[in-house]
């Protein structure tokens, strides 16, 4: 079988099995099963797959068929400027969490040499970005999971960085090592009864990285307790949020000696990324 006619029955399973990204998703797998990038696909559409390449192919097409996400299935992410390993372990990071990064170059354009703190630290994504943009800061990253930390740990010697980057298993309430001019955190921030109505694909992922509790704000408020005590006076703190929890997050930093600065937006515009700073 060609490459064109593989992809066609893929797309035809795909979308069979309502997945609405059928064709791209087709794609990105033949990508994986053949190990040739996108524009190889396009000028070899004529081009015979090897029988193994196609068993491959086919066993992707199936899982994806599944609703498992795409990044699961290849076990990477692409995420800010880098690749970042992923797994069913780890949140899959989000074009919406690019935002974290976004607001902390802007508020850290003019400092060399800072200490920054991820909270949750998952895959490593945020604070692997940051550490790449900013070469001379020195990043510590905490999680509850040694799967996640195990994964972070392999992000951070794919990008070259684990020699300024220490990683901790700890639950946020136990934490206490060091004083940090940035904090930084994506916390669970769904609430317990909304998990079984989220999408089909989310159910793929670790449900510690999604439950925040019956309110949606158990380790939002844990997190921002600690933050209070391990962030440097005039140190900022960044935290993702739920798209309706604005008010309530606003409230609590307040209760915990924090300055608000801004609320930033989301690509779908909805309320993301509250930053704050410690007075």
């Known amino acids: 079988m060609d490459i ?6 893929g797309q035809s399973i795909l979308t069979d099995n309502n997945i609405t990204s059928a064709k791209l998703d087709s794609e990105i797998l033949m990508s994986e099963a053949i190990r040739k990038n996108k524009k190889f696909i396009i000028l070899n559409l004529n081009k015979e797959i090897k029988k193994k390449d196609l ?16 990044a699961q299935i290849i076990k990477k992410k692409d995420f800010w400027k880098y690749e970042f390993i992923v797994n ?6 989000r074009p919406d969490s690019e935002i974290l990064i976004e ?24 604070l692997m970005s940051i550490l790449k943009e900013k070469k001379n800061f020195i990043g510590t990253g905490i999680d509850i999971s040694n799967e996640s930390l195990q994964i972070s740990k392999i992000n951070g010697q794919k990008l070259r960085i684990n020699n300024k980057l220490k990683l901790f298993k700890s639950n946020i309430d136990n934490f206490n090592i060091g004083k940090y001019d940035l904090i930084i955190s994506n916390p669970p921030y769904i609430k317990k009864n909304n998990l079984k109505c989220l999408e089909k694909d989310i159910s793929f992922e ?40 604005k008010n309530k997050v606003k409230k609590i930093l307040r ?18 990324c509250i930053v704050s700073i410690k007075i």
């Open 4 to 9: 064109q006619s593989a992809l066609k029955k």
């Open 55 to 70: 068993d491959y192919f086919d066993n992707l097409i199936q899982e994806r068929a599944k609703s498992k996400p795409i």
């Open 88 to 93: 069913n372990n780890v949140l899959i990071p």
């Open 103 to 126: 607001q902390v170059l802007k508020l850290v354009k003019n400092k060399n040499s800072l200490q920054v703190l991820d909270i949750g630290i998952g895959s490593g994504c945020i």
């Open 206 to 245: 670790p449900k510690q990285a999604l439950d925040g509790g019956l309110d949606g704000l158990l380790e939002i408020r844990k997190v921002i307790n600690k933050s209070s005590e391990l962030i440097k006076r005039n140190g900022h703190f960044l935290i993702e949020i739920g798209f309706d929890q």
């Open 255 to 272: 209760d915990k000696g924090f300055y608000i600065k801004e609320t930033v937006k989301d690509l779908s515009n909805h309320d993301r």
